[in-house]
């Protein structure tokens, strides 16, 4: 079990960067991480790489996002619990995208993150 924040901390100027560049309005922290995380995904099992989840993944994307998302699909704050495996394919697909120019700094800080948890530094 890992558990994480989405409400990393990003300096302004990544924030401001990531909404200029991915054209997504973020608020907060919490949904510029989970706009990243959704938009690892949508990337990785786009129709242009003609590549869809298999039901096992589909199964993992829905869990993932049931331990992010509240009922209106907006991020949920404090500390999130996810299993080995959901931390493994969160971390996989941010790993895995190929992200536009703008996503840079969001990509960057969050992944940085997600590797400290892997590697279990405190």
């Known amino acids: 079990m890992k558990q994480i924040r989405l409400d990393i901390d990003y300096p302004k100027r990544h924030l401001a960067a990531a909404a200029e560049g991915s054209g997504v309005r973020p608020q907060t922290a919490e949904e510029l991480s989970l706009a990243v995380i959704v938009a690892a995904v949508n990337l990785v099992y786009s129709p242009q790489k003609q590549r869809q989840m298999s039901i096992q993944e589909?199964?993992?994307?829905?869990?993932?996002q049931d331990r992010m998302m509240d009922e209106d699909g907006k991020a949920l704050p404090g500390d999130i619990d996810l299993s080995d495996e959901q931390f493994d394919f969160v971390y996989s697909k941010l790993t895995e995208a190929q992200y536009p120019p703008g996503f840079a700094a969001a990509v960057t800080c969050l992944v940085d993150y997600l590797e400290k948890i892997k590697l279990g530094a405190p």
């Not at 589909?58 to 993932?64: D, G, H, P």
């Open 58 to 64: 589909l199964r993992m994307w829905s869990k993932v």
